[in-house]
């Protein structure tokens, strides 16, 4: 009796599939895997994903698996998945932004296996999708990606232009403002590209820029300003800034195995030197605006 109910209930889901299917043009089908626990999940995933003629998700809870049909000519699996993340729930391309996780019921609060895995494989949803799956930002979303990206870029050069200086106390107190500046980034204010960067190098930036910020020693700064601006380089690259940006490199740094950092200005001032070799190195790319 069991499994006569099963197979209806799956006949049922066929026959709603296509259904969905016939309404919609240029229509695909494609299985992903979703993380959640209960039926309040399931609520949920599916409001998040369906546009009506558009995209229509059914999600099981038991297997975690859910089926995206969606008419190709107005939206992808992408933009479904996205929205999805957005709202609270990862999948194994994007995740949730861990404040909108953290704000589910506790009965909805699965195991986040997709985010324990390679940070460099996860693609993060990024963007506000609208009810018609634009893919271009609004210009009031752009502004506040950029706002929030020039500070920590701004507080960036602020750290590279003290240790410049040579004065660890200074390069102390613009790193603590740094990490804030970080730490108030909102993740889901970010356009695509960049929200898949960013998820990539935030831990590490983050532990960098706290590590600087918790000694006035300027030779471990100079240390571990190596691999911060590294990280930096990556961000800026997609995320750009409002003027060109030189990436600079020094083949004296880093116990000689050379180093870089992003500068303002194409003129070269050392912050792994100082004054000691205030020239030393050259401009390898520019960044343009």
Not at 148 to 160: I, R, T
Not at 197 to 224: C, E, F, G, H, N
Request: aromatic share 8%; hydrophobic share 40%; net charge positive.
């Amino acid at each position: 009796m069991y499994s006569i109910k099963k197979i209806l209930m799956a006949i049922t889901l066929l026959l709603s599939a296509a259904a969905v299917t016939a309404q919609m043009k240029n229509s695909k089908t494609n299985s992903v895997k979703i993380y959640g626990n209960c039926g309040m999940c399931e609520t949920k995933i599916e409001k998040a994903g369906n546009i009506k003629n558009v995209a229509s998700v059914d999600w099981n809870k038991d297997t975690k698996m859910a089926t995206l049909t969606y008419d190709s000519s107005k939206t992808s699996e992408d933009e479904i998945l996205k929205r999805i993340a957005l709202a609270g729930y990862d999948s194994e391309k994007f995740l949730a932004p861990d404040s909108v996780y953290d704000q589910l019921h506790g009965c909805c609060q699965y195991d986040r296996e997709a985010k324990t895995t390679t940070v460099a494989d996860a693609k993060v949803a990024a963007s506000t999708m609208d009810h018609h799956a634009n893919h271009s930002a609004s210009s009031k979303e752009v502004a506040v990606e950029n706002d929030q990206l020039k500070v920590v870029f701004d507080n960036y050069f602020s750290l590279k232009d003290a240790l410049v200086k040579t004065e660890g106390p200074t390069a102390s107190a613009k790193s603590k403002e740094l990490l804030v500046s970080l730490n108030t980034v909102e993740m889901d204010k970010l356009a695509m590209d960049v929200h898949m960067v960013w998820m990539k190098v935030m831990k590490d930036l983050k532990a960098d820029a706290k590590s600087i910020a918790d000694t006035q020693d300027i030779k471990k700064q100079r240390v571990l300003f190596v691999s911060l601006s590294k990280n930096i380089y990556d961000l800026i690259k997609v995320a750009k800034y409002e003027t060109a940006v030189f990436y600079q490199f020094c083949p004296m740094a880093n116990g000689g195995k050379g180093a870089n950092w992003l500068s303002k200005e194409n003129a070269v001032k050392n912050p792994y030197y100082g004054s000691q070799m205030m020239t030393c190195g050259k401009t390898v790319e520019t960044i343009g605006k």
